[in-house]
């Protein structure tokens, strides 16, 4: 019977070349089992990204309602804000001047009007019951939701307001929520309440073009919010 040669007598190159065999085995293996286990919970994977991104807290008695801008949800934003002032919940609702449009001032100076952002949510707020003299806004202009919150910390401050209701939409909530929590430290209490109007749907994003969108450009957003936030 043919005897396996010791390891201590086989040639240093071979012993080399019979080791990176076993690594290349041993990280295929891996690679399978990591496989099969991602198809078999990719469901449950997929919807985990999507309901991450929603923060929803139970809604509470508050100071001011904040609504961040954006042109595509403004709708939405604007509804689940006037839903929250006429339960009663907040006696203000703050509106950022997000910033407008490329060409908005060479439009307006052709006698053609064309409304900004804040415009259309302090419309749509005093057409559902708002009355103007509860929506406040600021002239700054904001880029981003981080210049949002510094409005909002601004405001308040200057308000001496304790409590704000952020209504956002349900991708954009969680997000929203950390950098408002970052920026009001210590002024006010942050309470999360993504509008019901939104018809997005955070447990099958997958299978809509514009919530694979969304998704992918919140968590790119996030990773730069962290980024920011260490360095």
Known sequence: MRRRPKQSMINPKERKRQQLKRGKLIFLIIVAI???????????????????????????????????????????????????????????????????????????????????????????LAGMGVPLAAIETSAQEVTDTWDEAQEVSTFIERKGYTSVLLVTSKYHSRRAYLIFKDALKGKASVISVPSPYDPSDPEQWWKRSKDCQRVITEYQKMLVYYWRKIF
């Open 34 to 124: 990591a496989i099969i286990q991602l198809v078999a919970y990719r469901q449950r994977i997929l919807i985990a990204i999507g309901t991450y991104l929603v923060c929803e807290q139970t809604p509470q008695q508050a100071e001011v309602i904040a609504i961040p801008a954006n042109w595509d949800d403004t709708i939405v934003r604007a509804r689940g804000g006037a839903d929250l002032y006429n339960k009663g919940l907040a006696n203000v609702v703050f509106v950022p001047r997000m910033e407008p449009m490329e060409g908005l001032e060479e439009t307006r100076q052709r006698g053609i009007y064309v409304p900004e952002n804040r415009d259309l949510l302090v419309n749509i």
